[in-house]
């Protein structure tokens, strides 16, 4: 069995910083591009940020120049530097990865979700 397990969600003021991370677990043999979604009350879900397995980044406008998404091959974890935030920001954060275990199965899985807050 693989799943993601995240950390690092809180309440902060508008300008300051969290870090979020997101580790899997599992029998896994590789994971391929790992992401941040946010899903905001009232609104659908969207990605905030998305790194492949060879470091290849891209990021949702919105977030551009403020969260930085990296990850630790060796330790199966990506994360979100959340630098500047505003309020805007406040959301429900989702982790995804996209992992294939060592039996052969593969899965688009998501983590639990970890809120955000970010006060005026």
């Known amino acids: 069995q693989v799943q993601l397990v995240e950390s690092g969600g809180g309440l902060v003021q508008a300008g300051g910083s969290l870090r979020l991370s997101c580790a899997a677990s599992?029998?896994?043999?590789?994971?391929?591009?790992m992401g941040w979604y946010r899903q905001a009350p009232g609104k659908q879900r969207e990605l905030v940020a998305r790194i492949t397995s060879g470091g290849s980044t891209n990021y949702a406008d919105s977030v551009k120049g403020r969260f930085t998404i990296s990850r630790d091959n060796a330790k199966n974890t990506v994360y979100l530097q959340m630098n500047s935030l505003k309020p805007e920001d406040t959301a429900v954060y989702y982790c995804n990865a996209f992992i294939l275990t060592i039996k052969g199965a593969s899965y688009d899985l998501w983590g639990q979700g970890t809120q955000v807050t970010v006060s005026s």
């Open positions: 599992g029998n896994i043999l590789r994971i391929n591009a």
